[in-house]
């Protein structure tokens, strides 16, 4: 059965760091690109950051470039999201996704995404 699981959530004020992992299983890790979305109440869910299959290439959304680096260990069939110098903006559910190819090509659209994690909660406040 395959399954996407999100953890490392949580309360951090702001400038914190946090490291999200999405554990996978029921499928080949290697063969597909893993994007993290994120869903702030009220909101539409956007794209935060996608890894290619081998991890050669990513990608960020602009309010996250520069703070948020998505990594991956095949191996492990994990997938991480290290956020650092959070701010109250970045407050929001968290989920990871599998591509249903082993490229990027950009964030979205969600329906390239064929399966998810239930995601994590990340709040920043002080």
């Known amino acids: 059965q395959l399954q996407l699981v999100e953890s490392g959530g949580g309360l951090v004020q702001p400038g914190g760091s946090l490291r999200l992992s999405c554990a996978t299983s029921g499928f080949t890790l290697a063969d597909y690109a893993i994007g993290w979305f994120r869903q702030a109440p009220g909101k539409e869910r956007e794209g935060v950051s996608c890894?290619?299959?081998?991890?050669?290439?990513?990608n960020y959304a602009d309010s996250v470039k520069g703070r948020f680096t998505i990594s991956r260990d095949n191996a492990k069939n994990t997938v991480y999201l290290q956020m650092a110098s959070l701010k109250p903006e970045d407050t929001a559910v968290y989920y990871c996704?599998?591509?249903?190819?082993?490229?990027?090509?950009?964030?979205?659209?969600?329906?390239?995404?064929?399966?998810w994690g239930q995601g994590t909660q990340v709040t920043v406040s002080s």
């Open positions: 996704a599998k591509r249903s190819s082993s490229f990027c090509a950009g964030l979205g659209p969600t329906s390239r995404y064929d399966s």
């Open positions: 890894i290619n299959s081998s991890g050669g290439y990513t």
